[in-house]
């Protein structure tokens, strides 16, 4: 089956530093990819949705200045958490929805020391 | 606009008991209606998927989750629990192909000895 590719599975970095997280399509073209954001005990929330060379589109109260987004490729899209804050840590996942299922990542556990 | 409601932050039943997790959701377009189950620090793993198919849809490790459009509802049963079933689960709906998958809160399953 089609398999999404999220890289790296955690990362741990100092506040006010930058983290990009990679989620790659290994099987399938994606034009269109979703980022999400879990914090402890929470469900999915979604932050963007990444559009293949076009610019993404955030969802309500979501900063488009410290998550950036890039959809250079039809199987790459990243995700850079830009000066990073204790609060930013969490867990976040990529999915795309190519056909008839949607196709997750395994996430990346963020940790901002 | 979409939106699922998942009734119950946490469910408990006794092991070899019936599990029922109540989905409700709202979708302005035919629904894709998806169940996840995560386990502790892990992503997210499909049970099983309504795609305008079969209104009864069986999943993975004895689950179904049945269509009514009537009620909105897509409610996950399992006739008998197993220990390893406790973990939180995820009702989720999408609008199909390249649309974004709102989640649930989520509920959290125990089972009891």
């Known amino acids: 089956g089609a398999v999404v590719s999220q890289h790296p599975s955690r990362v741990i970095c100092k506040s006010g530093t930058s983290v990009k997280i990679e989620c790659r399509s290994l099987d399938f073209q994606a034009t269109t990819m979703f980022w999400y954001r879990q914090f402890p005990k929470q469900s999915l929330m979604l932050m963007a949705t990444?559009?293949?060379?076009?610019?993404?589109?955030?969802e309500q109260g979501v900063e488009k200045d410290k998550f950036l987004i890039n959809h250079a490729s039809l199987t790459l899209s990243t995700l850079t958490v830009t000066s990073a804050h204790p609060e930013d840590s969490s867990f976040y996942i990529c999915?795309?929805?190519?056909?008839?299922?949607?196709?997750f990542g395994q996430g990346t556990r963020l940790t901002v020391v | 606009a979409q939106s699922v409601t998942q009734l119950g932050s946490h469910v408990s039943v006794s092991e070899g008991a019936l599990v029922l997790l109540r989905c409700n959701y709202s979708?302005?377009?035919?629904?894709?209606l998806f169940w996840y189950v995560q386990y502790p620090n892990q992503g997210l793993q499909l049970l099983l998927k309504y795609t305008s198919a079969a209104t009864l849809v069986k999943g993975i490790n004895g689950f179904e989750a049945e269509f009514k459009k009537s009620e909105t509802s897509f409610h996950l049963t399992k006739p008998s629990a197993h220990m390893s079933d406790a973990a939180e689960y995820f009702c989720a709906v999408s609008g199909g192909r390249d649309d974004k998958i709102i989640f649930g809160k989520g509920t959290r399953l125990h089972i009891l000895p």
């Open positions: 979708s302005s377009v035919p629904p894709y």
């Open positions: 990444s559009n293949e060379g076009s610019k993404a589109t955030y």
């Open positions: 999915s795309a929805f190519p056909v008839a299922e949607a196709f």
